[in-house]
């Protein structure tokens, strides 16, 4: 245990704050033996610390979650099923899983953050989420001390969302993820316009795991900032979603409006096109700006506090509802 640390370096924004109690875990049974220790008392769990916008200092003792370890743990002709600890880095795995020829997660490469936070927010990024490829993940509930296995049906995934995130907010603690990895026929997915339009105009042929790791990580290097260089959380908001009726009246408004179909009755607008026709993409505010090649992502310029952050975001917030009548959400968890 830590005592009054900085956890300037456990979160991807950069942001200095003091926590009074940092534990670091790296087992079950550190996990179990820490949750018996602060019984009662209410627990932030931590993982990689790159969702997250900490805008004042921590009392409450955080825990910042170490298991390490990838596995396979069973394997048939065309699947292997992958346990991995909850404090691996993601990035690390998704490599892991290339160098293996194991599909599934390729679209998802070079995503901040740790295993443990992946299933939390169902990562996802290029055409996959984390759900595509989800088995179950384990942990303990924080009251109880109590195991248990998530299957995929318990775990309510949606867009940037599980049970994670809703009403087991801070009640659970995952320490494991197992997922399932394609070892043949692996059915490359290359739906999402820029990675699609970057196959054709490159002609790759029959793009391999590889080829689409390596054209995603490309994408991501030109449109996001790397946050150990420039403090950033990726998307601060999500895109919004909205129905027929709300986009049939914006486009009549504005022509050129970004969105996609989300189903049969829903639409995802670009919140990135929303906060760029607000006028806010490359602005800076103190040691705060809206990244210039990404308007959805904003970036902390040396020395900024969380509350500074913030309080640029609820500006853009204010801005997007003034003039497209749009209440963004937030995608970052604001502490
Ligand atoms: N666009 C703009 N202005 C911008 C950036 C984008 O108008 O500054 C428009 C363009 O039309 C562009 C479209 O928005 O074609 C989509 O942009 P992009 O492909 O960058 O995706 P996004 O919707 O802005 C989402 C995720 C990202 C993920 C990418 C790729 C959310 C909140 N964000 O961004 O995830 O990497 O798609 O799949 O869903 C994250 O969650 O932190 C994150 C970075």
């Given at each position: 245990m830590k005592k009054n640390i900085s956890l300037k370096s456990y979160n991807s924004f950069g942001v200095d704050v003091i926590s009074k109690e940092l534990y670091e875990v790296y087992s079950e049974d550190e996990v179990l033996k820490t949750l018996n220790s602060l019984k009662d008392r209410k627990v932030f769990i931590l993982g990689g610390g790159s969702n997250i916008l900490f805008t004042n200092n921590v009392q409450t003792p955080v825990i910042n979650v170490k298991i390490k370890g990838i596995k396979i743990i069973s394997e048939n002709n065309n699947h292997v099923s992958v346990s991995i600890g909850a404090g691996e880095i993601w990035d690390d795995f998704v490599k892991w899983a290339i160098s293996k020829n194991l599909g599934g997660v390729e679209n998802l490469i070079s995503i901040p953050g740790y295993v443990g936070g992946a299933p939390i927010q169902n990562i996802g990024a290029y055409g996959v989420e984390i759900k595509n490829v989800f088995l179950s993940c384990s942990g303990y509930f924080i009251d109880t001390?109590?195991?248990?296995?998530?299957?995929?049906n318990d775990c309510q995934f949606s867009y940037r969302s599980s049970i994670f995130k809703k009403s087991l907010k801070n009640k659970f603690i995952i320490t494991e993820v197992v997922l399932q990895l394609s070892k043949n026929n692996h059915k490359i997915n290359k739906s999402y316009k820029s990675l699609n339009d970057v196959i054709k105009s490159k002609k790759v042929k029959d793009?391999?795991?590889?080829?689409?790791?390596?054209?995603?990580?490309?994408?991501?290097?030109?449109?996001?900032p790397d946050p150990s260089i420039i403090g950033n959380s990726g998307s601060f908001f999500k895109n919004p979603i909205v129905s027929q009726d709300t986009l049939t009246k914006l486009k009549e408004r504005f022509k050129e409006l970004v969105f996609y179909k989300e189903n049969e009755v829903k639409y995802k607008l670009s919140a990135a096109w929303l906060i760029e026709n607000c006028g806010f993409k490359n602005i800076k505010e103190k040691n705060v700006s809206v990244y210039k090649n990404q308007a959805l992502v904003i970036t902390n310029l040396g020395n900024a506090t969380g509350k500074e952050i913030y309080s640029f975001s609820q500006k853009i917030k204010s801005k997007v509802l003034e003039k497209f009548d749009i209440l963004l959400e937030e995608e970052v968890n604001i502490i």
């Open positions: 001390l109590e195991k248990k296995e998530f299957k995929i793009p391999t795991i590889k080829d689409i790791a390596e054209i995603v990580s490309n994408i991501r290097k030109d449109k996001l």
